[in-house]
């Protein structure tokens, strides 16, 4: 089972089209393995955005070098994966 | 013990097994009312089954409702089951689920993408796309939303095998969405289509592919205020509405522009709830306020079709 240990989960809020052409341009950054939740549309609609653990740094401070704001959404991806494993199992017992 | 669809718990998820072994028991159960239909086979061979809940009559004008195209989001499964069981326990009871199924038929596909689906319980909850190898590729699966034969290939899906976007080889290359529309042209009179995907909480119609409206806009979008507006009275959940085009972002390739193309005017999409906090992982104590909140949005919209016929 693939863990998501670390991951995060950002909401990005882009003040205008400017900053979404930055995120944008964040899904051609391959190497940057980000999985969109909720794609850069427009100014009034979050992103949501999954980080690898180990490119958050990175992402985080593409982000800020740009001024674009954003908060955590989901700290730790695999925390809420185990929860809902849990779950399940707790109710099928 | 015997098995029985009434110990099975609404409020949890569940794995395709599970699913598939309560479609199993539930239409059993209720022979009188619901019946299995298996409309083909997923790209791994798992059956791509369909509940029809039908009164009676030959050929009745219809509805379909999928949840599940896209596999992560596991609070559409979840959806899906509840308001299977809501049709079964309400009918009878509730005066317009009643009259509509007086009339129509409704068919109701629970786990559209089977095999994603499975993949996200054993290998990768992330996963969105079906499972079908690309040649040439080291990445599997094809986004099946962006598979159906509208504007195929064009703005808002991507040709790389690798993105979450991938439009696939060829319109309908996939057999989960291959499998539908053979089902829907086959029966030739279903009259409103509703695809159940989370979460950002949007009631959309086409058209997804260009900016233009439909010939039906105004009647598509009078219908969008009214559902959102008997959704948001459940809890207060706010909803916005209109095209997908003009709502969200230009998509070619989805599921309603493909239908209401083929014909059939009253073609939705949900986006369920957006609680800030867990996107489409949400937890499973939101799985019935979610349901709740919109079937009567659905029973809205298909009521609306049932006294528009065309």
Same mark, same amino acid.
């Not at chain 2, 099975?8 to 097994?17: A, C, L, N, Q």
């Not at chain 2, 009871?93 to 007086?102: A, C, F, M, W, Y």
């Not at chain 2, 507006?229 to 969200?248: A, D, H, N």
């Given at each position: ?12 809020? &882009? ?5 979404? &052409? ?19 549309? /427009? ?14 740094? &990175? ?5 800020? /070098? ?22 399940? &199992?707790?109710?099928?017992? | ?11 949890? %998820? ?42 009676? $009559? ?49 068919? =109701? ?39 159906? !034969?509208?504007?195929? $290939? ?17 319109? #309908? ?11 829907? =042209?086959? #029966?030739? +009179? ?25 010939? !039906? ?7 969008? *205020?009214?559902?959102?507006?008997? =959704? ?29 193309? +083929?014909?059939?005017? %009253? ?5 369920? *709830? ?7 992982? =949400? ?28």
């Amino acid at each position: 089972l693939k863990l998501f240990s670390g991951d995060q989960v950002l909401r990005i809020k &882009a003040k205008d089209e400017t900053q979404l &052409a930055v995120l944008k341009d964040l899904v051609h950054f391959k190497h940057l393995q980000v999985d969109f939740w909720r794609s850069p549309l /427009s100014p009034n609609l979050p992103v949501d955005v999954r980080v690898p653990s180990c490119n958050l740094q &990175a992402v985080k401070a593409y982000l800020k /070098s740009h001024g674009i704001p954003y908060s955590v959404m989901i700290d730790d991806v695999q925390v809420l994966i185990d929860k809902e494993r849990e779950a399940m &199992a707790a109710s099928r017992r | 013990l015997e098995r029985s669809s009434s110990t099975f718990s609404f409020s949890s %998820y569940h794995t395709i097994e599970e699913i598939y072994d309560w479609i199993d028991n539930f239409a059993s159960e209720n022979s009188n009312l619901v019946s299995k239909i298996q409309i083909g086979q997923s790209y791994e061979q798992r059956p791509l089954l369909v509940l029809k809940f039908s009164t009676g $009559g030959s050929n009745r004008s219809a509805v379909w409702i999928d949840t599940g195209i896209h596999s992560r989001e596991w609070i559409t499964h979840a959806t899906g089951l509840w308001t299977a069981n809501q049709i079964v326990s309400e009918y009878g009871k509730d005066p317009v689920l009643t009259s509509i199924l007086d009339t129509l038929d409704i068919f =109701l596909e629970i786990v559209t993408n089977p095999d994603g689906f499975a993949y996200t319980h054993s290998e990768d909850r992330m996963w969105r796309k079906t499972r079908s190898i690309n040649p040439g590729s080291s990445c599997s699966g094809v986004d099946a939303n962006r598979n159906w !034969d509208s504007n195929f $290939g064009g703005t808002g899906s991507s040709d790389d095998a690798c993105s979450d976007d991938y439009h696939g080889p060829s319109p #309908h290359s996939e057999v989960e969405v291959k499998s539908i529309v053979d089902f829907v =042209l086959g #029966h030739g +009179n279903i009259k409103a289509w509703i695809s159940i995907h989370s979460f950002s909480q949007l009631l959309m119609f086409p058209y997804g592919y260009k900016l233009e409206l439909t010939p !039906d806009h105004q009647e598509l979008n009078d219908l969008a *205020r009214e559902a959102v507006k008997v =959704l948001t009275t459940k809890y207060g959940t706010e909803y916005t509405y209109g095209s997908i085009s003009s709502t969200i972002y230009q998509a070619s390739g989805t599921s309603i522009d493909w239908a209401y193309d +083929n014909g059939i005017k %009253y073609s939705f999409t949900f986006e369920l *709830r957006d609680t800030g906090e867990h996107g489409f992982m =949400l937890p499973a104590s939101e799985i019935i306020p979610t349901a709740e909140e919109t079937w009567p949005a659905l029973l809205t919209i298909i009521d609306h079709a049932r006294h528009h016929p065309y």
